[in-house]
């Protein structure tokens, strides 16, 4: 994909940090996004609620509203927009805790901006690629389940549930590979970006969470199956 495909995104900045801001600003404006910044969580709802987006870079510890507040209430608004979160937390439960909210993604700071761009990138390429996955198929039926790809909803008889993006993405990743094989890896250079050694959990944790909403018994699988030291494979 070439690269000015992205080139006048734009970019919602939401950062108290005035040094890192303006820097990560002046840097993304040079790479041909356009970027508004933003200091605080209340404010960053207010601009959400006046102006449409591509993509939001988020930092979790903000005045008024914190980031994972900012990201559970643009979820209920618009289940596709691309959130990547900054944080200093180090524990891996709370970097869990923003992608199972709804997050698409993390940077711990201090981050090299390279590698920020890099996910930035990434990320509006995953959008590109789930919106075109979903333009052809939407919704998919299979068993007593529906799912509504462009809402990210998942309703199981009379319960209805709301995906992550990326439990969405590796559910329409899984199915647009009905049969075959898909390894973690395939996975994480497909729906994630490749952000630590945590990540290979984090994808079985996101699997198992999606066992939990599509599956009748969770444990003994019937749509997606693990295969040992394989990966794992959907089929209806």
């Not at 290979?200 to 599956?215: G, M, P, S």
Request: charge should be neutral.
């Amino acid at each position: 994909m070439n690269e000015n495909t992205f080139k006048g995104s734009k970019i919602l900045l939401v950062e108290d940090e005035e040094t890192l801001a303006i820097g990560l600003k002046y840097n993304l404006t040079e790479e041909g996004f356009k970027v508004i910044w933003i200091k605080n969580g209340k404010d960053a709802i207010e601009k959400l609620n006046s102006e449409e987006y591509d993509l939001i870079i988020l930092d979790i510890m903000l005045p008024y509203i914190n980031g994972f507040e900012v990201t559970q209430y643009v979820r209920e608004k618009n289940p596709q927009l691309p959130i990547l979160m900054l944080t200093a937390m180090t524990r891996t439960e709370d970097r869990i805790k923003g992608l199972q909210l709804g997050a698409d993604d993390y940077v711990t700071k201090p981050f090299h901006l390279d590698e920020l761009i890099l996910r930035v990138k990434g990320m509006l390429k995953r959008k590109m690629w789930y919106k075109s996955a979903i333009d052809s198929q939407p919704v998919y039926h299979f068993g007593n389940i529906e799912i509504d790809f462009e809402n990210l909803i998942c309703v199981r008889g009379k319960n209805k549930i709301r995906l992550t993006p990326h439990e969405a993405m590796a559910l329409k990743y899984l199915i647009q590979n009905k049969g075959k094989i898909v390894s973690r890896k395939e996975l994480l250079e497909n729906v994630w970006s490749i952000i630590g050694e945590i990540e290979t959990r984090t994808v079985d944790n996101f699997i198992v969470r999606l066992r939990k909403h599509i599956e009748p018994d969770p444990s003994n699988p019937i749509y997606i199956k693990s295969i040992r030291g394989a990966g794992y494979t959907f089929s209806d």
